[in-house]
Every structure is written in structure tokens, then in C-alpha cells.
């Protein structure tokens, strides 16, 4: 094993679509349940031998080739702690694991923000049941027949539970209607720098450590790494995920922007709005429409980018210009025209000053996700659920995913300028008690920015599932499928 690099026995073990995605237009969760133990542990030893037609091989880091990726299925595993106890991993591995994993994502809903209506006793089957969730099986590919084949031979071995298919929607957006995927982790030794089709070099953001997602490996702190889970075959180069079946409110959302525009409108503040004055640039086809072009101003002050991706830090720069690509080449310093409290930098604030001052680089997440539900027309309104099936793969759950969830989506301690507001398009907002200030500029002073609050925001997301899952490597899969007991 290496320090900071991957080498090539390294990257035949670790899963794939941890370090970078498929690509692939489909996906399925399948929500397993160990129902024969010996039936599991043979199904496991033969994924990962991939020698046996009648079960899907272990999809590991080798990239898929351009080639064959319309055709390509992958297949990977994550274990909860429940479902490692069902394999019967022993008592003292078992305690190896941090709290959080043990505990499981419905014993940790303070944490996420997960209450009211997101609180895991209104979660539907299986996961009102969070003991039978025992592995969460994720199938990609690029048609519906690779994702039932694979569903055919995993319930050959598992008790299928549960499923979620999810798509790709057009352009790389969500629901909500913006480019989604703009800013993931880069992994020093893992990726070169890449270029453009016309040769230019691509601009990226900084390289994270690979101790960001896998255990074992130096993290951007020095001299400190994660605990790895023993027995070490099993834990190194393993990494945690937060599956999260997400419900998003798309009507909701889009009355919001209308309602907050007009109100804007009546106070005598929407032509002082930061960002309303390069709009037209934005969406040009909008010119004529000033309430359409101060919705998608809110719309990217709430998010910290305009829905077509492009950064309110950037949001000057015409869509001619070859500098108008959706970038990741900006930081927030004090003059920043993007809001501290915005969904973006609430996530990564980057090199920006925040409570946490260790923390700027330290609690990134690989995100993967894709929509799930019927498609959306926003002019045809319907009761339909629509959503986002998310994952958040880090190296700790805790230092990461609930640090990000609790301290800066639903508390807002990064600042103190949004300490006591939450997340305006994922926080556990209630309209009683929320508020979210919007960026001004000055009324006598057009250079000069001040803070406009508005209240009521509902709540945008619900959660209606999930799981704190383990992904072993290869290595580590074959562990379990030679225990005994």
C-alpha cells in the first residue's frame, strides 16, 4: 500500500463510482435484506470472482471504456452495519466501526435535520423497518433491461426489499432546475488535469486528498487519518456512504420564487437586487420578462448559481464569451456577491473565512445522485413525488456528512452572519421561524452591498428514506463471504 497515491493493485479493489461516476443514464437502488446467510455469502464470493454468468461482477475503479459504456451495467455493494451483523462479522469487528455507522441514520436524525415530516417514523417500507435494510445494492446502466437482469440474479441471494429506480433529467439538472454536479472532489495521485476538446486546459479546483474518501489514506489534516474498521481487510481503502431518498416540493419552489419576486417588486428592491443586472445576459430570452428575470435572480441567490450552472461569483460574464462555461475556479472573499447563507457555500466555502477555520477543506463529500419520479411539467400540476436519490460518500459520516448536515446546513455556524438560518433549498426550514438574506446593493451606493432578509421559506426537501452504508473493496467483500458462523 501506498501514502497519498493509487497504485494499480489499489485500483483493481477500490469500488467504482466512488472516485468518479459511470456516467450511465439509469440506476437502480435495490434495498436488500439477508434472508439465507449461506445463499448471501456464496452470491458475494462470486460477484467478486466474476466468474459466474448468473451473477453481476463487482464493478471496481477501472474506468469504463467510451466504447462499451451504452452497453456497460455496474454493480456495487454497501453494507449497513445491521446488514455486516446479519453476515456475522464478529463482536469486537463490529464495535471497530465509528458510532454513527452503528447507531444508523434514523437513530441519528437529530443530526440530519430530520424531523416533522422527514422524521424516519413517516419514512415508507423498508425503511420504517431500518433493522432488515441490510446492503444497498446499486445497478447503473444504460437501459432498463441491464437494471432488471441484475434485480433477476440479486434475488436469487437476497431478500429484495425495496428498489429505486432514478434517471438522468437533460442538461445534468434536478428538479429544481439547476445544472446539478459542478463541484466534485478531485483526488491528488487519481486524476491528471484533463483537457478541453479544443485543447485548452480545463479549470479545476483544488486537489483534495484521497483520504477524503478512502480509509488508509493521508487527509488534508496533518498527521491525522480515519480509523479504519478492522479486521484492516476489510476497512482499508473502504469508505461510508449516506443514502437519502430525497422528495423535492418543485411547485413549491417555483411559487416561492414568484411570490418573493412580486414581493421584492413592492418593497422597491428588485432592481437592487445583486445579480438582477446581469440576468439578461444570463438568459437572454428572458429581456422582456422582468418578473422571469428576478425569480432567476432569487433562484441563484439561493443556490449560489444561476440555473444554468455558471457561479454567482461569475455571473458578469456573457454566455459569448469562452470564459462562460460553468466554472469552479472562484473563492469567496469579503466583497463576495454570492450569499454567505446560499446552498453552495454553505456546502464548500471554499478558501472563505468560516467559524470552523480548519475546517474549509476538510468536510468535502463525493456526491452522486440522480432523479427519480415521473418527469416534471411545470405547467401541468400534479401530486406526484419527485426527487433525488443521493449519495454522500466520505471517509467519516461524522466528520463529513453530518458535520456539513448539522453545524452548516441546519445551523449555519460557518458564520455568523447565517448562524440560526438554515439552507434554503436543503435545510429543515419551517415557514414559523426561517429567514434567508438576499445581497443588495446599497440604495446611495450602487458599488456597495447590503442585506435584504426575507422569512417564511417552507421546507423544499423531505427525506422519505436512507441509509449509512460501508463500501468495502473487493478485498473486503471476499472477507465476508468467508466468514463462518
Known amino acids: 500500500m501506498t501514502g497519498d497515491h493509487l497504485v494499480e493493485d489499489e485500483i483493481g479493489i477500490v469500488q467504482g463510482n466512488i472516485l468518479r461516476g459511470y456516467k450511465l443514464p439509469l440506476v437502480r437502488h435495490l434495498v436488500l435484506e439477508v434472508g439465507n446467510l449461506k445463499a448471501a455469502r456464496a452470491f458475494l464470493a462470486a460477484a467478486v470472482a466474476g466468474d459466474d454468468p448468473d451473477v453481476p461482477q463487482i464493478t471496481t475503479e477501472q474506468p469504463i471504456s467510451p466504447d462499451t459504456a451504452k452497453a456497460a451495467v455496474t454493480f456495487n455493494l454497501g453494507f449497513t452495519w445491521q446488514g455486516l451483523k446479519a453476515l456475522k462479522l464478529g463482536d469486537a469487528e463490529l464495535k471497530s466501526f465509528p458510532t454513527e455507522f452503528i447507531e444508523g441514520m434514523t437513530r ?33 446502466a444504460g437501459d432498463k433491461a441491464g437494471l432488471d437482469r441484475v434485480q433477476s440474479q440479486v434475488a436469487q441471494a ?20 439547476y445544472r446539478d454536479g459542478m463541484s466534485q472532489p478531485r483526488f491528488q495521485g487519481f486524476h491528471g488535469r484533463t483537457r478541453s476538446p479544443e485543447g485548452h486546459r480545463r479549470i479545476e479546483e483544488p486537489e483534495d486528498a484521497l483520504g477524503t474518501v478512502l480509509l488508509g489514506k493521508p487527509t488534508r489534516l496533518r498527521d491525522l487519518e480515519f480509523a479504519i474498521p478492522q479486521p484492516d481487510v476489510l476497512g482499508r481503502l473502504g469508505t461510508f456512504n449516506a443514502f437519502r431518498v430525497l422528495q423535492q416540493d418543485c411547485f413549491g419552489f417555483e411559487d416561492f420564487l414568484t411570490s418573493t419576486a412580486r414581493l421584492l417588486q413592492e418593497q422597491g428592491v428588485d432592481q437592487r437586487l445583486v445579480g438582477r443586472e446581469h440576468a439578461e445576459l444570463i438568459y437572454p430570452d428572458m429581456k422582456d420578462n422582468p418578473l422571469a428575470l428576478l425569480r432567476e435572480t432569487i433562484a441563484a441567490q439561493l443556490c449560489g448559481r444561476w440555473r444554468d450552472g455558471t457561479p454567482m461569483q461569475l455571473a458578469g460574464v456573457p454566455k459569448s464569451s469562452p470564459d462562460a462555461k460553468p466554472s469552479n475556479q472562484f473563492d469567496y472573499g469579503p466583497d463576495a456577491v454570492c450569499p454567505v447563507g446560499s446552498h453552495i457555500r454553505r456546502n464548500n466555502p471554499r478558501g472563505g473565512q468560516v467559524v470552523q477555520r480548519i475546517a474549509n477543506f476538510t468536510r468535502r463529500l463525493v456526491r452522486r445522485g440522480m432523479s427519480y ?33 448539522c453545524d452548516w446546513l441546519n445551523l449555519g455556524l460557518n458564520s455568523p452572519e447565517i448562524t440560526g438560518s438554515n439552507d434554503p433549498l436543503l435545510g429543515a426550514n419551517t415557514v414559523e421561524t426561517s429567514w434567508f438574506d438576499l445581497n443588495l446593493w446599497a440604495k446611495d451606493d450602487p ?14 426537501v423531505t427525506t422519505r428514506g436512507g441509509a449509512y452504508t460501508f463500501l468495502p473493496t473487493i478485498a473486503g467483500i471476499r472477507y465476508l463471504a468467508g466468514l463462518r458462523g
Do not use: C
Open 447 to 460: 458599488k456597495t452591498m447590503t442585506k435584504h432578509r426575507i422569512h417564511g421559506l417552507p421546507r423544499f
Open 108 to 140: 441519528r436524525a437529530a443530526k440530519l435535520g430530520d424531523f416533522g415530516d422527514s422524521d424516519p417514523r413517516n419514512w415508507p417500507s423498508p425503511y420504517h423497518q431500518p433493522g432488515r435494510v441490510h446492503v444497498i445494492a446499486s445497478v447503473y
Open 158 to 177: 437476497f431478500d429484495v426489499i425495496g428498489f429505486h429506480n432514478g434517471y438522468s433529467l437533460p442538461d445534468g439538472k434536478v428538479y429544481f432546475g
Open 373 to 405: 419520479g415521473d418527469r416534471l411539467d411545470l405547467d401541468h400540476r400534479d401530486t406526484k413525488e419527485r426527487g433525488l436519490l443521493g449519495n454522500f460518500i466520505g471517509a467519516s459520516l461524522g466528520a463529513q456528512f453530518e458535520a456539513v448536515m
